[in-house]
C-alpha cells in the first residue's frame, strides 16, 4: 500500500496534473460567471424586447396542469419541461465556447508570432538525397560535385 501511495503522490504533482486542476477550478468559476451573465444581464433584456417573456419561466407540464411559475409547478409536485431554462443552458455553453475559441485562437497567434523564422543551415544532395551543409559544394556522402546556389 506503501509503494502505492508514493506512486500516487508523484502522479498528482507532476505539473500538467497541477496545471489541469488549476483549469478545472478556474473554469468552474468562470462557468458560473457566464451562467450570472446569461440569467442575470442578458436574458432579461431579450425577455423584454419579446414581450415580457422571463426564459426561467418557460416550461410545459406533462400532465397539462397550469402553473403561473416553475417554482410553483415543482411545488405542486408537477412533472415540466423546462424549456426555458434549456435556451439559458444552451446561451451559456454559446458564450463559453465562444470565450475558449477566442482564448485559444489568441494563444495559437502567439505561438505563430514566437516561432522563430531561421533561414535553413542544410540542402538536400539532388543526387543522393542526402542532407548537407547549405554551403558544401561536393557531397560528403556520395562525393558529386555541387552547384553553388
Given at each position: 500500500?506503501?509503494?502505492?501511495w508514493k506512486?500516487?503522490?508523484?502522479?498528482?504533482?507532476?505539473?500538467?496534473?497541477i496545471?489541469?486542476?488549476?483549469?478545472i477550478?478556474?473554469?468552474t468559476?468562470?462557468?458560473?460567471?457566464?451562467?450570472s451573465?446569461?440569467?442575470?444581464?442578458?436574458?432579461?433584456?431579450?425577455?423584454?424586447?419579446?414581450?415580457?417573456?422571463?426564459?426561467?419561466?418557460?416550461?410545459?407540464?406533462?400532465?397539462?396542469?397550469r402553473?403561473?411559475?416553475l417554482?410553483?409547478?415543482?411545488?405542486?409536485?408537477?412533472?415540466?419541461?423546462?424549456?426555458?431554462?434549456?435556451?439559458?443552458?444552451?446561451?451559456?455553453?454559446?458564450?463559453?465556447?465562444?470565450?475558449?475559441?477566442?482564448?485559444?485562437?489568441?494563444?495559437?497567434r502567439?505561438?505563430?508570432?514566437?516561432?522563430?523564422?531561421?533561414?535553413?543551415?542544410?540542402?538536400?544532395?539532388?543526387?543522393?538525397?542526402s542532407?548537407?551543409?547549405?554551403?558544401?559544394?561536393r557531397?560528403?556522402h556520395?562525393?558529386?560535385q555541387?552547384?553553388?546556389?
Amino acid at each position: 500500500s506503501e509503494p502505492m501511495w508514493k506512486e500516487f503522490k508523484e502522479f498528482a504533482m507532476r505539473g500538467n496534473v497541477i496545471d489541469m486542476a488549476i483549469g478545472i477550478i478556474i473554469g468552474t468559476a468562470f462557468g458560473k460567471i457566464i451562467t450570472s451573465f446569461v440569467n442575470d444581464i442578458l436574458m432579461p433584456p431579450i425577455g423584454l424586447l419579446l414581450g415580457n417573456v422571463d426564459f426561467s419561466n418557460l416550461f410545459l407540464t406533462l400532465a397539462g396542469e397550469r402553473h403561473a411559475t416553475l417554482a410553483m409547478a415543482r411545488e405542486a409536485g408537477a412533472i415540466t419541461i423546462n424549456y426555458g431554462l434549456f435556451i439559458n443552458t444552451v446561451l451559456d455553453f454559446v458564450i463559453v465556447a465562444f470565450a475558449i475559441f477566442l482564448f485559444v485562437r489568441q494563444i495559437s497567434r502567439m505561438r505563430q508570432e514566437e516561432a522563430p523564422t531561421t533561414e535553413p543551415t542544410t540542402k538536400e544532395c539532388p543526387y543522393c538525397r542526402s542532407t548537407i551543409p547549405l554551403q558544401a559544394t561536393r557531397c560528403p556522402h556520395c562525393t558529386s560535385q555541387l552547384e553553388m546556389a
